[in-house]
């Protein structure tokens, strides 16, 4: 990243696009372009051309989408779906108009079918039905890799398609309304932990297993690929190791010292069996993870105990 490159990350104040501006700024990357939602609303067409407009980026990385775990897609299925499409589709077309050297569309693994094989190999896109709870997210997120798609394909737009497993990491959002499933459990046990309660009730059965990777070995991940891809085709992002949320769950509660009950809500979904990524295409590459998930785990409740030390001191209440 030369000082000179003009890089524009979408999202930059997000959970991925924080650790993508860490990575950048340590690559020596200083022409950034960044942008709030109240500067550049990116479901606003006319917003995201006056952007790049004014702002001629040579480089994009579009990390910015609507998020959340399990309960917030199914409160809220409209909006995962409308809200992620204009803001890809408005970023992507903008990348093709203005004639962006590089772009990046950061996918998600949950684009991949329920009954995959596992560990989840990239052809397996779009060959059966999607997990139901994010159904929405998932569908805006296959439609955002087909237009990146076809741009290249119609109109040669240099863009790669990297494909993350769930990620994890500073800065996330803690929020029980929104939160995914291990900030959640970060801040579940921290609190028990803290107010010495003796039960803490989880969704589900704790049988489903999933892969979590670091955001900042995805940003790592992200600018490795800038260098080393091409093609649109789809490229998995992962550790390929998965842990059951049982484990998980009892992992965290251990690492913050939790010593109470943990009950499981089996009236509750868990979600997709399983989500394991093949990630042997990133590694033929040369790419590996750094961060392990007991590391990444113990810089998130700090994390979560810093932001409630700085929330407590300022009057703002608990999320």
Known sequence: MGPDLRLYIAGHRGLV???????????????LILRTHSEADLTSTEHVQRLFREERPDVVIIAAAKVGGIAA???????????????????????????????????????????AQQPIREDA????????TNESYAVAKIAGVRLAQALHEQHGLDVICPMPTNIYGLGDHYGLDR???????????????????????LWGTGTARREFLFADDLADATFFLLDHMTSPELINVGTG????????????????????AIEWDHLRPDGMPRKLLDVSKIHALGWHHRTSLREGIAAVIEDFRTTMRQRSASGVARP
């Open 125 to 132: 896109f779009m060959h059966g039905p999607l997990e139901p």
């Open 17 to 31: 696009g924080q650790a993508l501006l860490r990575h950048a700024r340590a690559l020596g990357a200083s022409n």
């Open 241 to 260: 190791e998965d842990i059951s949320i049982r484990e998980l769950a009892e992992l965290i509660a251990e690492m913050v010292g939790y010593r109470g």
């Open 179 to 201: 939160a995914h499933v291990l900030s959640a459990l970060v801040h579940r046990f921290c609190v028990a932990a803290d107010e010495g309660l003796n039960l803490v009730t």
């Open 73 to 115: 897609n199914m409160a809220d299925p409209v909006s995962f779906l409308v809200d992620n499409l204009k803001m890809q589709n408005n970023v992507l077309e903008a990348c093709q108009e203005f004639g962006v050297r590089k772009t990046v569309f950061l996918g998600s693994s949950c684009i991949y079918p329920r009954a």
